[in-house]
């Protein structure tokens, strides 16, 4: 259950129905609520193939031999193919291609693609896979990032993926309150519902058009055309229906596989990862050992910041370099920090490889920050809230990284915000309500409630001097209005919010979004909260000119003045002056239509230099979250009972899409601190799948109550911020306060064991500083 304040909301859009501003309902919601919505593991061809893929059992081997013989012996295989059939690069890589397409001398994960075969049936494809015969010789792998930093190299590239440093006023200052801390994260999985599927299809000048759930797809589109070794333009993707994302579907899985045995076998192949497959073919969140000291003022003013932070990326390299750099960056959250020395760190090892999900560096150091945070308070003897607000970044006061914060960034009010939200009322006597739930294991008498309270805070969009742009296009024939851009719809709402924009510039209802795919200029990534500010800027710069030339036109044809010209209501009409107008858009643009292609840009970001310094990022957004909890500090058991939330939003486009971000990422947040890890035994996941890997039911979120702070961001379309990331930064660190608070123990790991938090044996949680 949700509730939603209005305290801190202001007016945007102009009232138009279905415009800015509105819940406008999403167009594909009722489809997927009634079974309607076409995934992409619906996807069907005539005479398609199964493909499936051969996947290492080892963490580390030497590959001797690959006999292929037996499985293309087996009745209706039609290909089976590996490293050797690949026409052009071996690697592909989401921003370094370091990553073998097959493994061909050594494996070093878990779960790395060998081979790859298509088949009649699906059946078919799996016993042909059994067939194919390996021979490994197995190899010590290296599991533990601090090992492998110093270890012999895994791969050519070497070990370290990014090792950089932030530094800032005096190296050598201290204040005289010091508290320090280590912290641990486990590997949390982005856990989305539609597992990984596409179809590629061979095209008659010897192209593939390929239909797969991704999260940018020209990014996918060009590392299958260098694998293929065709030219880009020879390649067509287009977005399937997708089933969540959160990161996981930034990196390529089976692109390239099924577009190579489509080239192969010169037949359609369609290729579904089942649910374990799932869990070994992307990316997860890193995880983390940080260390983290303090100090400052009696008064809790913060004098100096020391860091140090080892990401463990697994075998590849992914986007680990800019995920090291989020977490060097934000190490000391939206903190005035006048001193700082930050070490980042990301280490290759023979783990499962890690890269982009949601918070993306920003979640693992604001545990630690936060806890931090905590213990300076109870050093100083101050009010956790209270010593926030001392500290609290505004506008004007300068990141760790010496940039001026320039825009929007509402620290202090999203801090106020939050703590004046309504707690929720006392325990009941019902049973479920208690920690452990069905499992009626907690005696009411022995649950204690508690709070704990949390800050955190992100960039938005691309950084450190990336060319990040989107394009789009619009078209208004006959009073027909159709937008189309590449932004990849993973759940995040720009279906509804183009729809919208479009609706709000032109005064029109309906309002058509062609489907995305390579055909038009690229809209980036689906990531880094970045396409309500990219994608939406490009349809909202695409509309405007299709209205100034509507109106332009307009004006020739009449003699009216442009300035009193407005479209509303489908329509064209005069706001005052001298010559009366009223015309349809349907007249306007029956016969000659109106369109407008264009290519939207933020401002520009430069790299950081040798001591981390420069302006390398765009924009910030942030939350404050306040978690209630019951406990029963004895058998070690929790419930999260509310977690009370205020968030920048910059401005809200569309209050229904923004709560969904906000409980979802609480509930991701929730999941983190109390249950959510993959579990590695020798490199392998011990629970790849949604049995034993636990997420958050219905029975496990808890009520959220949600309110806005509005501070329009000067550069962004209708002043708006992404709203996805946030939510589930700060909400992990606010859990696990007030389960502190209720226990009295540390817990410096997430998530939460049971048994740490019962405080039995050696649960991960050791006390220090």
Not at 128 to 152: F, K, M
């Amino acid at each position: 259950m949700s509730e939603v304040g209005t305290g801190s909301r202001t007016g945007v859009g102009t009232g138009t129905p279905g415009g800015v501003g509105t819940g406008a309902p999403r167009p594909d919601g009722g489809p997927k609520v009634r079974g309607e919505f076409a995934f992409s593991g619906d996807l069907w061809a005539d005479g398609m193939l199964w493909g499936a893929t051969l996947r290492s059992p080892h963490a580390s081997a030497r590959i001797r031999s690959i006999d292929v013989g037996p499985a293309l012996a087996v009745p209706g295989v039609v290909a089976v193919v590996t490293a050797e059939d690949l026409p052009g690069s071996r690697y592909y890589g989401l921003e370094h291609r370091d990553q073998p397409v097959f493994a061909w001398e050594v494996v070093r994960y878990v779960g790395e693609p060998v081979a790859a075969v298509a088949a009649d049936h699906p059946e078919t494809a799996r016993r042909a896979l059994a067939a194919i015969v390996v021979d490994y010789e197995v190899t010590t792998p290296v599991l533990d990032a601090e090992e492998a930093l110093v270890g012999p190299d895994l791969h050519p590239d070497g070990n370290t993926f990014r090792h950089m440093w932030v530094r800032r006023g005096d190296p050598d200052a201290r204040g005289p309150v010091v508290v320090e801390g280590t912290y641990e994260l486990g590997m949390q999985d982005q856990a989305f519902m539609g597992p990984e599927a596409g179809l590629a299809r061979p095209t008659p000048d010897g192209g593939i058009d390929l239909v797969v759930s991704t999260q940018w797809l020209h990014n996918d589109r060009d590392q299958v055309a260098e694998c293929l070794g065709l030219p880009p333009e020879r390649v067509r993707l287009s977005l399937g229906g997708v089933g969540g994302a959160f990161g996981g579907r930034e990196d390529v899985s089976l692109q390239v596989h099924a577009a190579l045995l489509a080239q192969v076998t010169e037949r359609p192949v369609k290729v579904v990862y089942s649910r374990e497959e799932s869990f070994l073919g992307h990316v997860h969140r890193h995880p983390a050992r940080i260390w983290m000291r303090h100090s400052a003022e009696p008064d809790g003013r913060l004098v100096s910041f020391e860091a140090r932070i080892v990401l463990d990326g697994g075998a590849y390299r992914s986007s680990s370099y800019h995920v090291v750099a989020n977490a060097a960056c934000f190490a000391a959250g939206p903190y005035v920090t006048p001193n700082a020395v930050v070490e980042g760190v990301g280490v290759r090892t023979n783990n499962p490889p890690c890269g982009a999900m949601r918070g993306f560096g920003a979640v693992q150091v604001c545990f630690a920050h936060e806890a931090q945070m905590d213990r300076l308070a109870a050093a100083c003897d101050v009010d956790p809230v209270a010593l926030r607000l001392t500290n609290a970044m505004a506008s004007g006061d300068r990141l760790l990284t010496g940039q001026v914060v320039d825009g929007a960034l509402p620290v202090a009010e999203v801090i106020r915000a939050t703590a004046a939200l309504p707690l929720p009322p006392a325990a009941g006597s019902e049973p479920m309500g208690r920690p452990g739930a069905a499992g009626l294991t907690t005696d009411a008498g022995d649950v204690v409630r508690a709070t704990g309270f949390a800050v955190g805070f992100k960039n938005l969009m691309y950084a450190e001097g990336y060319d990040d742009d989107s394009h789009a296009a619009c078209r208004l024939e006959a009073g027909l209005v159709t937008v189309t851009c590449a932004a990849a719809e993973v759940g995040q709402g720009f279906v509804t919010l183009a729809q919208q924009i479009a609706r709000e510039v032109l005064g029109v209802d309906d309002v058509l979004l062609a489907p995305a795919d390579t055909a038009i200029g690229s809209a980036g990534s689906t990531s880094a909260s970045r396409q309500t500010w990219m994608s939406g800027g490009a349809v909202e710069k695409a509309c405007r000119e299709v209205r100034a030339e509507v109106v332009a036109r307009v004006a020739a044809a009449t003699g009216a003045a442009e300035a009193d010209l407005r479209l509303r209501a489908g329509r064209v009409v005069s706001d005052g002056g001298a010559v009366p107008v009223d015309l349809s858009l349907a007249a306007v643009t029956a016969e000659e239509p109106v369109e407008a292609s264009v290519r939207f840009q933020h401002r520009t970001t430069f790299p950081l230099d040798a001591d981390g310094q420069g302006d390398a990022h765009v924009s910030m957004a942030c939350a404050a979250h306040r978690a209630v909890v019951d406990v029963d500090p004895d058998l070690g058991l929790v419930r999260v009972v509310q977690v009370a939330t205020a968030q920048d939003a910059g401005r809200v486009l569309n209050p229904t899409a923004a709560l969904g971000q906000v409980e979802g990422g609480i509930s991701q947040g929730v999941g983190l601190a109390t249950m959510e890890e993959v579990v590695l035994a020798d490199g392998a996941p011990r629970n790849a799948s949604f049995t034993d890997y636990l997420i958050p039911t219905t029975l496990d979120v808890p009520e959220v109550v949600v309110d806005w702070v509005e501070v329009p961001e000067p550069d962004a379309p209708f002043g708006a911020k992404g709203v996805g990331e946030p939510p589930v930064i700060s909400s992990t660190p606010a859990v696990v306060a007030a389960v502190r608070a209720a226990t009295g123990r540390p817990l410096t790991r997430v998530p939460m064991a049971p048994a740490a938090v019962a405080g039995v044996g050696d649960a991960g949680d050791g006390e220090e500083g």
